[in-house]
């Protein structure tokens, strides 16, 4: 749609004085309908105004906001009594009921109409019905309808006595019939022991002075036995008798062969195995001569005292002295296990080291021959040498390493003479 305005004519030609047309006159009263937007006024701060403050947060101890009670009952609690009206007028803030409870007013003619149908009846009629109640409840549940019978009284009583502490006091009174005061009342009576009466929450149940096993009637045929096989109990064997081995043997393996000589290291050694590096012996042949594991000579003296923890005794000859000799070793050095092949290896190259450097007397002397002669016809040599110019990576590593050092410590020390390369 068109706006109406007043018309205009601009020149656009460039003069040297601006002039403006004489029929242009400026209207100031009006105003164009798309000037919504008036100007911007701008105001001096004031000092009075502050920066707001953020608000405060009431904190409680745990973190959660603090509890608030309810000035007036909710909404929902208001709704439910409208809809009940006087009739439902009960609070419903949380009592449970096990079924449909009975209006204030219900409740009170229920009690009169109890109350006339008791007083018209005799004192015979009363103590009837009592049996009757005694018979057909148990006394747990006559206990508990009576406890529920007082709170429903001081319920209905009202609330009075909730302000004095002095009327909160439990009462001790008990429930008895005005025709009948002489006679114990209700509680009293479920504390004797009826067994008549059936009480599932009372006393556990007793048996019988008379009662007695089926198989102690006369004329009952007993039982058979009933046989459950036992092993039989071996002996007890003394681990210091001479014979002990033996009776192990026949007590516990009597199935398997003998083979006393499997188990002689087991017996304590004789005293003349001992006797080949005795220190009361005045000369030892080259071969009983024993080392340590570091290739030092042990003397018979020393080696029966180093105790057996150091790991230098074995059962070879002599067992009670410690350390090796020279075919110990070249026998260990064929072993299958290559942890005791490493050993022999090890030893076997600080002997050679010792032996070449002179450590033990130099070479013509009669020891050192001895020595010499026990390395040859035990081929130690010859097994060292094959065992390190084997590739690395075939066999086991572990066996290459400590045969390759100990030919390096026999080259190392010298050799023999005639032998050394």
């Known amino acids: 749609m068109a706006v109406r305005g007043q018309r205009f004519h601009i020149d656009l030609e460039d003069h040297s004085t601006s002039t403006i047309p004489h029929n242009y006159s400026i209207d100031s009263t009006a105003r164009s309908p798309w000037d919504l937007v008036g100007d911007i006024k701008e105001r001096s701060p004031s000092t009075a105004t502050g920066t707001p403050s953020p608000p405060k947060v009431e904190g409680s101890p745990t973190g959660f906001p603090a509890h608030r009670k309810r000035s007036k009952p909710s909404v929902f609690k208001q709704r439910s009594r409208q809809a009940g009206g006087n009739d439902g007028g009960s609070d419903i803030s949380g009592t449970r009921a096990a079924g449909p409870v009975p209006a204030a007013p219900e409740r009170h003619e229920i009690d009169l109409e109890n109350k006339k149908r008791i007083a018209g009846m005799s004192s015979e009629d009363i103590d009837q019905a009592r049996k009757e109640l005694m018979s057909g409840l148990s006394g747990s549940l006559i206990e508990r309808l009576l406890k529920r019978a007082n709170i429903e009284q001081d319920q209905e009583t009202g609330n009075a006595g909730e302000d004095d502490p002095e009327k909160n006091i439990p009462s001790s009174k008990r429930v008895t019939f005005e025709d009948d005061a002489s006679k114990p009342s209700v509680p009293e009576l479920q504390l004797q022991n009826d067994s008549s009466i059936p009480d599932s929450e009372g006393a556990p149940f007793e048996h019988p002075p008379d009662l007695q096993p089926v198989a102690a009637c006369p004329g009952y045929p ?39 000589n499997a188990l002689s290291w087991m017996q304590p050694p004789d005293p003349t195995e001992n006797e080949a590096y005795s220190p009361s012996r005045d000369d030892l042949p080259p071969s009983a001569v024993r080392f340590d594991f570091r290739g030092r000579l042990l003397p018979p003296r020393l080696a029966s005292q180093i105790p057996t923890t150091v790991g230098l005794h074995h059962h070879g000859t002599a067992p009670e002295a410690a350390g090796y000799t020279i ?38 002397h009669e020891l050192c021959q001895g020595l010499w002669k026990c390395i040859e016809q035990g081929r130690v040599l010859d097994t060292l040498t094959a065992d390190a110019g084997r590739d690395e990576k075939s ?14 410590l026999w080259r190392k020390g010298g050799g023999r003479k005639w032998k050394a390369t």
Do not use: M
């Not at 007890?236 to 393996?253: A, G, R, V, W």
């Not at 050679?352 to 450590?359: C, D, E, P, Q």
């Not at 066999?395 to 390096?408: F, I, L």
């Open 222 to 260: 007993a039982p058979p036995p009933i046989h459950f096989p036992r092993p039989p109990t071996p002996p007890s064997l003394d681990p210091e008798d001479p014979e002990f081995l033996s009776k192990l043997h026949s007590t516990y393996f009597p199935s398997l062969p003998s083979n006393p």
């Open 327 to 364: 075919p110990e070793l070249a026998h260990l050095s064929r072993s299958s296990f290559p942890s005791q092949r490493c050993i022999a290896y090890q030893t076997l190259g600080r002997i050679l080291y010792r032996l070449g450097t002179g450590v033990f007397g130099p070479e013509d």
């Open 395 to 408: 066999g086991n590593r572990s066996c290459w390493v400590t045969a390759t050092e100990a030919v390096w």
